[in-house]
């Protein structure tokens, strides 16, 4: 097991590279890309650019999310990036729609994916690019063979999708995994697939979900919970001690000298200071007073950590 060092958004480091083999794309091409997509995504296609990338949700018919998504335009393409269990969900319900639109769907194999983040980041990424990067965030770069997401600052992150040349790493994925639970965004894995609205993950409070853009497959379970305030869980993260769990264990509360099922964990890493950090789905009234422990590791010892963005919708 990997052990981490403090919080890259508390220290930030000079220059991480890893390599995303966890992770996977689906492309799509065709005059009708953008309308299918419209119809498949919580997020706006009509807000996406060249020169930018969006967040969203893909759900089923019932609101539940099969993958959380970097969307971001390709060349002649649109591509979705996520985990490979998250991919390959999605890819199987695009695949049952897209047969009734001119638009082809097809796993990216030829794409190579790394994370990049870091002081030196930019000047680095450029470098490598031998272009430069557009500023602020949520823009996406350009070059015949190469795409990068600019993800964030403080550290400065960038998700690289590329077709050229392979980047040298210098670190395990777990450094971005754990970047990735500071940003409080999460991905899904097996054993959370289809199990979460995508206000449950918080995908509202990244800008994930637009609520004015029209129907999509799932939208009325979401819109429902949106302006009926049905809402009744939503993603924190936890950190303490503990041993290292997977996606889909059980957290527990404690009630007196009881203890009680209280939610899901989504994603987690071990670090030197709290053994383990994790991003889990709680109830939205979960206080931070309250003690949470792993199902079957009675020495585990959670507290509630904040996040780096407000749930508040209004």
Request: hydrophobic share 40%; net charge negative; charged share 20%.
């Amino acid at each position: 097991m990997i052990v981490l060092a403090p919080e890259f958004t508390k220290a930030q480091p000079e220059y991480v590279t890893v390599s995303l083999k966890d992770y996977a794309v689906i492309e799509l091409h065709g005059p009708e890309t953008d309308k299918f997509l419209q119809g498949q995504l919580s997020c706006d296609i009509n807000q996406l650019t060249e020169s930018n990338w969006l967040y969203a949700a893909h759900c089923d018919n019932k609101g539940k999310m099969l993958a959380t998504l970097w969307v971001t335009r390709f060349a002649e393409s649109v591509l979705l990036i996520s985990t490979q269990a998250a991919i390959a969900a999605s890819l199987a319900q695009l695949q049952k729609y897209g047969v009734f639109s001119k638009t082809e769907i097809t796993t990216g194999t030829s794409f190579q994916l790394f994370g990049v983040f870091g002081t030196a980041a930019p000047a680095r990424v450029a470098e490598w690019l031998q272009t430069p990067l557009l500023d602020g965030q949520h823009t996406a770069t350009q070059t015949e063979h190469s795409v990068v997401l600019n993800l964030g600052a403080e550290p400065d992150q960038y998700l690289l999708v590329t077709r050229g040349h392979e980047l040298p790493t210098n670190s395990p994925a777990e450094y971005w995994q754990a970047l990735e639970i500071e940003r409080g965004r999460a991905t899904l894995h097996e054993g959370t697939v289809l199990e979460f609205v995508p206000q449950m993950l918080n995908v509202q409070a990244l800008a994930g979900i637009s609520f004015t853009k029209g129907c999509y497959i799932g939208q009325e379970t979401i819109a429902r919970m949106h302006y009926l305030g049905k809402q009744k869980r939503a993603l924190f993260r936890l950190r303490g001690k503990g041993s290292m769990v997977a996606p889909g264990a059980i957290i527990e509360q404690q009630l007196g000298e009881n203890w009680r099922r209280a939610g899901t964990v989504i994603n987690a890493v071990s670090r030197t200071d709290y053994p383990l950090d994790l991003l889990a789905v709680l109830p939205s009234d979960s206080e931070a007073t309250t003690v949470y422990r792993v199902k079957d590791d009675n020495a585990s010892f959670l507290e509630i950590y904040p996040l780096p963005y407000n749930l508040d919708e209004s």
